[in-house]
């Protein structure tokens, strides 16, 4: 899913330099690539948040059952292997954050001059 993360330097590389200007429309390659981007984040995004809620809720569930029999080692077991998968998915949250910043100040530094996002 982090494909385009992945190879944005390569993408942008492909970027003519100012002698070759003319031959490649950087412009919409930017744009493209822009879009992309947007596209991927906000899927991954959309993913990890998806199996933030559905871990809550089965934390939740193991959290009753955990109440109603308090000496059932399975289910404590269920329930703290819950919670780190939980928090797993939450830093995943801060990792995107981190590899979406990073991917959009290579995106600004080489497309400033073609593309401005926004327009």
């Keep these: 899913m982090r494909d385009v993360d992945d190879k944005i330097i390569y993408a942008l590389n492909a970027l ?3 002698s070759f200007k003319g031959q490649v429309n950087s412009e919409s390659t930017c744009r493209d690539l822009y879009a992309k981007l947007q596209e991927s984040h906000l ?4 993913s990890i948040r998806s199996c933030i809620t559905i871990s809550a809720s089965n934390l939740k569930k193991l959290r009753e059952k955990r109440e109603t029999q308090p000496d ?3 289910t404590d077991n269920q329930f703290r292997a819950e919670q780190r998968k939980l928090r797993v998915l939450q830093a995943e949250l801060n990792v995107e954050d981190i590899i979406k910043d990073r991917s959009y100040k290579t995106f600004n530094e080489r497309c400033r001059s073609y ?3 926004g327009q």
Excluded: S
Excluded at 43 to 46: F, L, T
């Design 16 to 18: 003519p330099t100012e």
């Design 115 to 117: 593309f401005h996002a």
């Design 43 to 46: 899927a991954r995004q959309e």
């Design 72 to 74: 059932d080692v399975d």
